[in-house]
């Protein structure tokens, strides 16, 4: 199993981004759970969206409202949506599934 992770970029305050987790090797109907997770420089890793397929979508208290986490089946695809995006929001993005990790995509967010 594998995931590529991709959609990362420098920004302005206010602006959107779209990340992408791409699976391969499983389909992502068939993993409970998939998370995007971010690490901000000098600060620990930190959950910051899940897809469950029992107990929906959650979100870390910062981004409620703003980022969205979506499963695309067709595409073997996580999305996150990531709206009116702030300056605490740069940060190394990675997609993870249960003992798996994504490489990581960077979110740079300016003023």
């Known amino acids: 199993v594998q995931l590529q992770a991709s959609g990362g970029g420098s920004v302005q305050a206010g602006e959107s981004l779209r990340l992408s987790c791409t699976v391969s090797?499983?389909?992502?109907?068939?993993?409970?759970?998939i998370s995007w997770y971010r690490q901000a420089p000098g600060k620990q890793r930190e959950l910051v969206a899940r897809?469950?397929?029992?107990?929906?979508?959650n979100y870390a208290d910062s981004v409620k409202g703003r980022f969205t986490i979506h499963r695309d089946s067709a595409m073997n695809t996580v999305f996150l949506q990531m709206n009116s995006l702030i300056l605490e929001d740069t940060g190394v993005y990675y997609c993870?599934?249960?003992?798996?990790w994504g490489q990581g995509t960077q979110v740079t967010v300016s003023s």
């Open positions: 897809s469950d397929i029992f107990l929906g979508a």
């Open positions: 993870y599934v249960p003992d798996i």
């Open positions: 090797g499983i389909r992502i109907n068939t993993i409970a759970s």
